[in-house]
């Protein structure tokens, strides 16, 4: 079992930053791809950004330039900087990943709580 923790959201005025960070725990070997999305208010939840194992990351456009996704897999950690901050990323923001079990195979599809992100001035 494995379970996610998101935390650092909050209210922030735009052109504000925010960092939220991901913390796994539970029964694992090591954290495999990871990723952050995000839902506004009757929208489908979306990818904000992912990163694998190695290090490789992907953001959706609209994030570019200004969020930066990063791991510390010591601390089994996943963190999501957010900068220049616009109303329209107010959003809950979830924790996604895939993990490696203790056996060695990959777990797929863990889902933190969610962590709301309100961008107003």
């Known amino acids: 079992q494995v379970q996610l923790v998101e935390s650092g959201g909050g209210l922030v005025q735009p052109g504000g930053s925010l960092r939220l960070s991901c913390a796994a725990s539970?029964?694992?070997?090591?954290?495999?791809?990871m990723g952050w999305y995000r839902q506004a208010p009757g929208k489908q939840r979306e990818l904000v950004a992912v990163?694998?194992?190695?290090?490789?990351?992907n953001y959706a456009d609209s994030v570019k330039g200004r969020f930066t996704i990063s791991r510390d897999n010591a601390k089994n950690t996943v963190y999501l900087q957010m900068n220049n901050l616009k109303p329209e990323d107010t959003a809950a923001y979830y924790c996604?990943?895939?993990?490696?079990?203790?056996?060695?195979?990959?777990?797929?599809?863990?889902w933190g709580q969610g962590t709301q992100v309100t961008v107003s001035s």
């Open positions: 996604n990943g895939d993990f490696v079990s203790r056996g060695g195979w990959t777990i797929r599809g863990y």
């Open positions: 539970g029964s694992f070997r090591s954290m495999s791809d």
């Open positions: 990163i694998t194992t190695g290090g490789s990351t």
